[in-house]
């Protein structure tokens, strides 16, 4: 898979409460990224990095934080969690400079109730 | 705005079909196209396209790119129950890689 593990991968909220996924790559990949899945919708793109503390938003970033403290990790912060979050959270590694192909990590599935 | 659509949005064959996936695309600066399968869990890599007319093939799968029409197909010969799954494609740009809606595919027994 890449080397990404996504945590949790499942997990059940009220809404809101704040909610922060984890993603982790072994790759040492300056990229990262965070899309979510809905029927009907595909994959859309939340916020992704380009490097350490280097981040910029993606179509549908409103609600939504990320950090990037490290190349490795890269979190996901779901402030005050909606139940239009309720989504599968996917996390990506690849692109960039390189133009590489992206590898998705298992993804995390979210209920916001 | 970058755009992506692709069609059919759903698909169903019998085994042993062919069928063809479409992704056409609107985006400033195209880089790549990538096609991805997604079965139960995460999308996985099937190709990456920069050139066009040239076609990427592995076993029953291939692809072409057409960037003057702005299209990409991805044919799947010989269809088997294992093809099942969500076909997506993504294009790369001026922004990281943007999606269309998927495919999903379905080839019954």
């Known amino acids: 898979d890449a080397g990404i593990t996504q945590s949790p991968r499942h997990k059940v909220t009220e809404t809101g409460t704040p909610v922060t996924l984890r993603c982790h790559q072994t790759?040492?990949?300056?990229?990262m990224y965070w899309y979510r899945q809905d029927p009907g919708h595909g994959l859309r793109l939340i916020h992704y990095s380009y490097g350490v503390k280097d981040t910029d938003k993606g179509e549908v970033s409103d609600g939504y934080s990320v950090s990037r403290s490290k190349t490795e990790d890269f979190l996901l912060t779901l402030e005050s969690a909606t139940s239009s979050q309720t989504s599968v959270y996917f996390c990506?590694?690849?692109?960039?400079?390189?133009?590489?192909?992206?590898?998705f990590g298992n993804g995390t599935r979210l209920t916001v109730t | 705005e970058d755009k992506v659509v692709q069609s059919p949005l759903s698909l169903v064959v019998h085994e042993g079909d062919t069928v063809t996936l479409n992704c056409s695309y609107e985006v400033t600066n195209f880089r790549s196209l990538l096609w991805y399968k997604q079965e139960k869990k995460a999308p996985t890599f099937l190709f990456m396209l920069t050139s066009s007319g040239i076609e990427k093939k592995s076993g029953r799968l291939s692809s072409i790119l057409d960037k003057k029409e702005l299209f990409s197909i991805l044919n799947i010969t010989a269809t088997q129950t294992g093809d099942s799954a969500i076909y997506l494609c993504?294009?790369?740009?001026?922004?990281?890689?943007?999606f269309g809606k998927g495919t999903r595919l379905s080839v019954i027994a």
């Open positions: 993504g294009w790369s740009g001026n922004t990281p890689l943007v």
């Open positions: 790759e040492n990949h300056r990229y």
């Open positions: 990506a590694i690849g692109g960039g400079n390189m133009n590489s192909p992206l590898h």
